[in-house]
Protein backbone atom coordinates (compact mmCIF):
# COMPACT_ATOMS: atom_id res chain seq x y z
CA UNK A 1 0.00 0.00 0.00
CA UNK A 2 1.03 3.40 -1.06
CA UNK A 3 2.05 6.58 1.31
CA UNK A 4 -1.09 8.35 1.90
CA UNK A 5 -0.99 11.90 -0.04
CA UNK A 6 -2.80 13.46 3.11
CA UNK A 7 -4.22 12.42 6.19
CA UNK A 8 -5.70 14.68 8.97
CA UNK A 9 -7.16 12.98 12.28
CA UNK A 10 -9.82 14.45 14.68
CA UNK A 11 -11.97 15.65 12.52
CA UNK A 12 -15.21 16.67 13.39
CA UNK A 13 -16.99 14.86 10.36
CA UNK A 14 -20.78 16.33 9.93
CA UNK A 15 -23.84 16.19 7.20
CA UNK A 16 -26.44 18.90 7.28
CA UNK A 17 -26.98 19.82 10.86
CA UNK A 18 -25.99 15.85 12.18
CA UNK A 19 -22.48 15.60 13.71
CA UNK A 20 -21.29 11.83 12.15
CA UNK A 21 -18.08 12.00 13.99
CA UNK A 22 -16.13 14.30 16.36
CA UNK A 23 -12.68 12.59 16.29
CA UNK A 24 -12.79 11.00 12.62
CA UNK A 25 -9.99 10.82 9.99
CA UNK A 26 -9.79 12.21 6.45
CA UNK A 27 -7.40 10.16 3.94
CA UNK A 28 -6.58 10.66 0.41
CA UNK A 29 -4.52 7.45 -1.02
CA UNK A 30 -4.51 5.10 -4.11
CA UNK A 31 -6.47 8.24 -5.65
CA UNK A 32 -9.63 7.60 -3.31
CA UNK A 33 -10.82 9.95 -0.43
CA UNK A 34 -12.01 8.34 2.39
CA UNK A 35 -13.87 9.63 5.81
CA UNK A 36 -13.57 7.52 8.42
CA UNK A 37 -14.87 7.51 12.07
CA UNK A 38 -12.21 7.55 14.93
CA UNK A 39 -12.74 3.27 15.12
CA UNK A 40 -11.43 3.29 11.90
CA UNK A 41 -14.87 2.50 10.05
CA UNK A 42 -16.00 3.85 6.40
CA UNK A 43 -18.18 6.46 6.20
CA UNK A 44 -18.02 7.32 2.84
CA UNK A 45 -15.51 6.97 0.43
CA UNK A 46 -15.11 8.11 -3.25
CA UNK A 47 -12.42 8.35 -6.68
CA UNK A 48 -10.52 11.75 -5.55
CA UNK A 49 -12.04 12.75 -9.82
CA UNK A 50 -15.75 12.57 -8.32
CA UNK A 51 -15.24 14.51 -5.38
CA UNK A 52 -16.19 18.30 -5.27
CA UNK A 53 -13.95 19.94 -2.31
CA UNK A 54 -14.77 23.11 -1.26
CA UNK A 55 -14.83 26.56 1.49
CA UNK A 56 -18.15 27.17 2.73
CA UNK A 57 -18.77 30.72 2.82
CA UNK A 58 -18.38 32.58 6.00
CA UNK A 59 -16.76 30.37 7.33
CA UNK A 60 -13.97 29.74 9.59
CA UNK A 61 -10.64 29.42 7.99
CA UNK A 62 -10.92 25.38 9.56
CA UNK A 63 -13.61 24.09 8.03
CA UNK A 64 -14.40 22.81 4.26
CA UNK A 65 -17.37 21.16 2.29
CA UNK A 66 -16.80 17.54 0.41
CA UNK A 67 -19.40 16.44 -2.12
CA UNK A 68 -19.22 12.33 -2.30
CA UNK A 69 -21.42 10.53 -3.75
CA UNK A 70 -24.64 12.95 -3.83
CA UNK A 71 -23.81 13.75 -0.02
CA UNK A 72 -22.14 17.11 1.42
CA UNK A 73 -20.30 16.79 4.41
CA UNK A 74 -18.90 19.33 6.80
CA UNK A 75 -15.37 18.92 7.92
CA UNK A 76 -13.85 20.86 10.95
CA UNK A 77 -9.78 20.44 10.26
CA UNK A 78 -9.07 23.08 12.85
CA UNK A 79 -7.06 20.87 15.32
CA UNK A 80 -4.11 20.90 13.03
CA UNK A 81 -3.88 24.36 11.81
CA UNK A 82 -0.12 26.39 12.75
CA UNK A 83 0.15 27.37 16.31
CA UNK A 84 -0.25 31.50 16.23
CA UNK A 85 3.11 32.98 14.55
CA UNK A 86 3.94 29.45 13.03
CA UNK A 87 4.17 29.20 9.15
CA UNK A 88 1.62 27.26 7.03
CA UNK A 89 -1.68 27.08 5.70
CA UNK A 90 -4.72 25.96 7.52
CA UNK A 91 -5.78 22.45 7.50
CA UNK A 92 -8.73 23.10 5.36
CA UNK A 93 -6.65 24.56 2.66
CA UNK A 94 -4.38 21.79 2.60
CA UNK A 95 -7.50 19.38 2.39
CA UNK A 96 -8.75 21.20 -0.76
CA UNK A 97 -5.07 21.67 -2.12
CA UNK A 98 -4.42 18.09 -1.81
CA UNK A 99 -7.75 16.70 -3.61
CA UNK A 100 -7.65 19.12 -6.66
CA UNK A 101 -3.50 17.56 -6.44
CA UNK A 102 -4.86 14.19 -6.42
CA UNK A 103 -7.68 14.59 -9.32
CA UNK A 104 -5.04 16.52 -11.37
CA UNK A 105 -6.68 19.52 -11.50
CA UNK A 106 -3.81 21.32 -10.12
CA UNK A 107 -3.36 23.37 -6.77
Known sequence: MAEPEFTATGVR???RLRSL???GQVRISD????LLTSYGTEIDSAPVQAVRA???WFAPDDR???DL?????LLTLGDHDP????????????????VRRAAGRGA
Open 13 to 15: IGR
Open 21 to 23: TRA
Open 31 to 34: GRLE
Open 54 to 56: TRP
Open 64 to 66: ALA
Open 69 to 73: NGHRY
Open 83 to 98: APGQPGPPAARRFIEA
